[in-house]
């Protein structure tokens, strides 16, 4: 199966930016899609911005006016650049993928989580 790297999480202060990256390793051979999520201390995880591989994006209501989702098919590499960055947004942030291999059998992954802590 497929190995994720996420990066890019840290400590910024509200207003600021951070770009997050999700490089994805393996027996890939097709993406459905690859997006973030997020957790909170006491709170559910919640999606925050998703790609498909035709270019089609998600994201969540809070966010979609502060962030861009983009990717690299060619990398395997997803990017969350997130602007204008409030406490609220204080998270661990995960890296998902959807995608089939050679046999056209189906996987699910997620990474290990990056934390995103917005002072106020």
């Known amino acids: 199966q497929v190995q994720l790297v996420e990066s890019g999480g840290g400590l910024v202060q509200a207003g600021g930016s951070l770009r997050l990256s999700c490089a994805a390793s393996?027996?890939?051979?097709?993406?459905?899609?690859m997006g973030w999520y997020r957790q909170a201390p006491g709170k559910q995880r919640e999606l925050v911005a998703a790609?498909?591989?035709?270019?089609?994006?998600d994201f969540a209501d809070s966010v979609k006016d502060r962030c861009t989702i983009s990717r690299d098919n060619s990398k395997y590499t997803v990017y969350l650049q997130m602007n204008s960055l409030k406490p609220e947004d204080t998270a661990v942030y995960y890296c998902?993928?959807?995608?089939?291999?050679?046999?056209?059998?189906?996987?699910?992954?997620w990474g290990q989580g990056t934390l995103v802590t917005v002072s106020s």
């Open positions: 998902h993928i959807t995608y089939r291999d050679r046999l056209s059998r189906y996987f699910e992954v």
């Open positions: 393996g027996s890939i051979f097709s993406i459905n899609a």
């Open positions: 790609i498909t591989s035709g270019g089609t994006t």
